[in-house]
């Protein structure tokens, strides 16, 4: 292995892990990818990409960046360009439909970028080559050798794979995590409610239109309320408005294995029967029978590193997020933009097993802030939107101080910067 560079494989085949594995290919690493399902596939609707992550992005590969653009979906009107969300007084039940109050607006370099999580894995399976992508592999354990042997994963089905490293990109739910901190029982193998969950929909564009009015279908829009916000955004070139709205509850999760379950419209009234007209119109425009998510993070059990010799987690494997700052899936992206840079630095082949590890330590040490933080940041803008936090509550000016400065850090974020830190701390190691 010191003149070659490591076989890698990797535990997942969503987002992360394909993009993962493009970055890598394009560096010259080979690479593996095991995914539990028969084919590749997302769960879910519209997600964002703040700039950070688009920068990320085009670090890991041209190609996925490419990709990525021919997916995307922007506000609609050209001087809602840059436009993040327009926030709004959700909460006015005097204000007509599509007149709610504008509280406040936040804007990016390149605004809302939202795809359809289907669509962009479908332009990220278009990228990896025949041969990388192995199906039905749901992994039960990882067994590591005693010297510089290659790393065994065992998967339900009876079979066997060997590889110099693995990567865990095995989602909320990961069993790589599981494995990594000792069992599914310990405290953080296993994802916690938030207490929050989110009614997902869609509609279509001209319904939007005729029913809200061309602002508020055509452009995003996040309707603030007493423990309880609803977003929507244009998804599928402008076709689609997407919707999620989210709601506080104090009751637990009835079935933690089983993340969503099927409603009927009549609860989303209920949860949101104190809105204004706007978002009871909204409601309206859903269809009778939705899907209800609920909302779980690795939160209360941060990892204390995310590598174990020659095993990592990246992406929501090793800091899954609720969805508050729409960053989740940007971050991942930016970990793999990092781990891919760190895995093709010459001195990791050279130095064998011991340029694996030291690469997935640089990586957990360089990552484990910025995600952790997120988190934790998440939860805490979730409860803004909603009116709930403390020291916050109903302030608007304060909502929108914190939002801003909150989801600024995030946004701001170089990744050449990034990827020059972990580097450096990567060639220290190494004594390059």
Known sequence: MANNSPNIAIVGGGISGLVLAIAL????IKVQVYEQAHAFGEIGAGVAFGPNSVRAMQTCSPEIHTAFHRVATRNQWPD?????FDFMDGYDKDAPVGKEKLLFTLTTEDGANAV?????LDELVKLVPDGVAHFKKHLDTIELPDGDGKVKLLFHDGTEAEADAVIGCDGIKSRTRAWMLGGDDKPGAAPVYTYKYAYRGLIPMQRAV??????NAKNAKMHLGQDGHILTFP???????????FHATEDDWPDARHLTRSMEKKHVYEDFKDFGPTVQKIIDLLEPNLDCWAIFDTGDHPME????????????????????HGAGAGICIEDAAVMAELLAEPGVAKAGTRGLEAAFRIFSECRRERTQWLVQSSRRTGDLYEWRAE?????????YEECKERDERI???????LVAEAKESLAAILGA
């Open 25 to 28: 290919i394009r560096r010259g």
């Open 80 to 84: 809602k360009r840059n436009v993040w």
């Open 116 to 120: 359809h999580r289907a669509h962009f």
């Open 210 to 215: 005729d029913e809200l009015g061309e602002d």
């Open 235 to 245: 998804v599928n070139h402008g076709e689609t408005m997407n919707v999620v709205a």
């Open 305 to 324: 590193a995310y590598n174990k010799s020659r095993v990592c987690c990246l992406g929501d494997a090793a800091h899954a997020t609720s969805p508050h």
């Open 391 to 399: 020291g916050v509550g109903r302030d608007v000016g304060k909502i």
């Open 411 to 417: 946004w701001d974020s170089q990744i050449e910067e």
